[in-house]
């Protein structure tokens, strides 16, 4: 592999093709390292269609690092709806907290490792783009572009790391910011998952991969396990008031600090109902592990009849778009009487 021609065609296509992002700095310009944090936390299993407008969104609200980490968690998981995975959102206000006492923004992978949040790929992303660090960040973009031009035929997930070795080979010291971006844009807009456009790859006669005819096989995926199903019942609590009565989830753990319709727990077989209700219908999500269905009722009862749910509060059904609800407990909202 004739690494500096690698180098050199990847550079030149970038500056002809690179994507117009918000959170990328203009031609000439200087990353903003707030910038390139929030977007790299938001894209952690996130597509870049779907966090564009979160990001501007956010950007909009909280135009500096001062201004989110002065923010309330609640207002940070309100705004974050929609993107699921919220320990992210979790994590990046106390990064941000954290941030705002330092005298300077970090810079190396190490030293953003330290922030709650960020890996290996996220400390890299950020040192490389941000701050011009001579590294590398492998995502699934970066997995398929160096599995098809080195021709790896391991299978994911031991073949990450032959791609972090041989991305150390292709780390450039000129350009490096531009050089990770690159093998992103290249993975997304060209060598992609399906249907790669080899025809207008500036790599295609460097790739082991294609000269093997082995570009839509690479790189080869494990086989993953069917998800399991877990079943629970969650309880539509009225008031004459019209109110609801929700509670908030631990912090810690899956959609920790988020706000919950109260509920029984999500257990491998269907909950045997222990109260009386108006059944309302079946809720079914899918979380990254398991699928989840859940029996929702309807009730008037006092919260601390229905399987001891003393602690939580009474909510306005009209406004909870102002509370931080994922995307499962609006699925059990949207059972509420038109009345209500």
Same mark, same amino acid.
């Given at each position: +592999?004739?690494? $500096?021609?690698?180098?050199?065609?990847?550079?030149?296509?970038? #500056? /002809?093709?690179?994507?117009?992002?918000?959170?990328? !700095?203009?031609?000439?310009?200087?990353?903003?390292?707030?910038?390139?944090?929030?977007?790299?936390?938001?894209?952690?299993?996130?597509?870049?269609?779907?966090?564009?407008?979160?990001?501007?969104?956010?950007?909009?609200?909280?135009?500096?690092?001062? !201004?989110?980490?002065?923010?309330?968690?609640?207002?940070? @998981?309100?705004?974050?709806?929609?993107?699921?995975?919220?320990? %992210?959102?979790?994590?990046?206000?106390?990064?941000?907290?954290?941030?705002?006492?330092?005298?300077?923004?970090?810079?190396?992978?190490?030293?953003?490792? =330290?922030?709650?949040?960020?890996?290996?790929?996220?400390?890299?992303?950020? $040192? /490389?783009?941000?701050?011009?660090?001579?590294?590398? &960040?492998?995502?699934?973009?970066?997995?398929?572009?160096?599995? %098809?031009?080195?021709?790896?035929?391991?299978?994911? &997930?031991?073949?990450? =790391?032959?791609? !972090?070795?041989?991305?150390?080979?292709?780390? $450039? #010291?000129?350009?490096?910011?531009?050089?990770?971006?690159?093998? +992103?844009?290249?993975?997304?807009?060209?060598?992609?998952?399906?249907?790669?456009?080899?025809?207008?790859?500036?790599?295609?006669?460097?790739? =082991?991969?294609?000269?093997?005819?082995?570009?839509?096989?690479?790189?080869?995926?494990?086989?993953?396990?069917? =998800?399991?199903?877990?079943?629970?019942?969650?309880?539509?609590?009225?008031?004459?008031?019209?109110?609801?009565?929700?509670?908030?989830?631990?912090?810690?753990?899956? @959609?920790?600090? +988020?706000?919950?319709?109260?509920?029984? $727990?999500?257990?491998?077989?269907?909950?045997?109902?222990?109260? #009386?209700?108006?059944?309302?219908?079946?809720?079914?999500?899918?979380?990254?592990?398991?699928?989840?269905?859940?029996?929702?009722?309807?009730?008037?009862?006092?919260?601390?009849?229905?399987?001891?749910?003393?602690?939580?509060?009474?909510?306005?059904?009209?406004?909870?778009?102002?509370?931080?609800?994922?995307?499962? +407990?609006?699925?059990?909202? !949207?059972?509420?009487?038109?009345?209500?």
């Amino acid at each position: +592999m004739d690494i $500096a021609a690698f180098r050199h065609r990847l550079l030149h296509w970038y #500056d /002809s093709n690179r994507r117009t992002l918000p959170w990328r !700095a203009l031609k000439g310009q200087k990353p903003n390292p707030y910038h390139v944090l929030l977007s790299e936390i938001m894209l952690q299993q996130t597509t870049v269609a779907t966090v564009i407008a979160y990001f501007e969104r956010f950007i909009g609200q909280w135009p500096t690092l001062e !201004a989110m980490a002065k923010a309330s968690l609640d207002d940070v @998981l309100v705004a974050w709806q929609g993107l699921g995975y919220y320990s %992210r959102a979790r994590n990046l206000h106390k990064a941000l907290g954290q941030l705002a006492d330092l005298p300077s923004f970090p810079q190396t992978p190490d030293d953003l490792r =330290k922030l709650p949040g960020v890996g290996d790929y996220t400390a890299k992303a950020i $040192a /490389s783009i941000a701050f011009d660090q001579p590294v590398v &960040p492998v995502d699934g973009n970066v997995i398929r572009v160096v599995a %098809r031009v080195f021709g790896l035929t391991q299978a994911l &997930p031991m073949l990450k =790391k032959t791609v !972090a070795e041989k991305a150390l080979l292709l780390a $450039a #010291d000129d350009r490096p910011g531009d050089f990770a971006q690159s093998l +992103m844009d290249l993975g997304s807009m060209i060598c992609r998952p399906q249907q790669p456009r080899c025809d207008r790859c500036p790599l295609r006669s460097l790739c =082991k991969g294609y000269e093997d005819s082995l570009q839509h096989t690479l790189p080869i995926k494990a086989v993953k396990p069917p =998800k399991p199903t877990r079943y629970g019942c969650a309880f539509l609590t009225m008031n004459k008031q019209g109110q609801i009565w929700l509670r908030r989830r631990p912090e810690k753990g899956l @959609l920790g600090g +988020m706000i919950e319709v109260p509920g029984t $727990a999500w257990a491998e077989q269907p909950t045997e109902l222990v109260h #009386d209700g108006l059944w309302r219908g079946i809720v079914k999500h899918t979380f990254t592990h398991f699928h989840l269905n859940l029996s929702v009722y309807e009730t008037t009862k006092d919260p601390e009849e229905i399987l001891g749910f003393p602690t939580g509060f009474w909510a306005d059904t009209k406004a909870l778009d102002q509370q931080a609800l994922p995307t499962v +407990m609006k699925k059990v909202l !949207a059972f509420l009487r038109p009345e209500t």
